[in-house]
């Protein structure tokens, strides 16, 4: 069965533009309480891999070498609102039911309970190429 991956961004203006940090404590509850029933009717269906939310771009770091001495630099610093906010991976029977799977997080609640409709990503993992016997 392919695996893919849902990338769940955050992008002000799409169903929410309102910041999680400015949610309520009870609209925080409910979208993390859904973001659970979802990983549990995955698990049940025999479908999760995993899942996890991510931390704000003000805490990411990013890395370049030349094969020496790596950069590390603060960032990314994205010129617009879009963030990625966390990622599940599922081991489903088509790329259709990973489509079906994508748009029932796309409808998550938000503030009062509205769906956010932020986009889903979602792209199959390929898999590492293997070494040469």
Request: net charge negative; with cysteine.
């Amino acid at each position: 069965m392919p695996k893919f991956m849902l990338l769940q961004k955050y992008e002000g203006g799409a169903g929410c533009d309102v910041p999680m940090p400015e949610w309520t404590p009870e609209d925080i509850t409910a979208h993390i309480d859904f973001q659970h029933a979802v990983n549990k009717a995955l698990i049940e269906a025999g479908e999760y891999v995993d899942a996890q939310g991510l931390a704000g771009p003000d805490l990411a770091k990013s890395v370049t070498s030349d094969g020496t001495t790596p950069v590390v630099t603060d960032g990314p610093f994205l010129e617009s609102k879009e963030l990625l906010a966390g990622y599940r991976i599922v081991d489903v029977e088509s790329e259709a039911r990973a489509l079906e799977i994508a748009a029932m997080c796309s409808a998550a609640p938000g503030p009062k309970g509205v769906p956010i409709q932020q986009p889903i990503e979602v792209r199959q993992v390929m898999g590492a190429p293997t070494p040469d016997a």
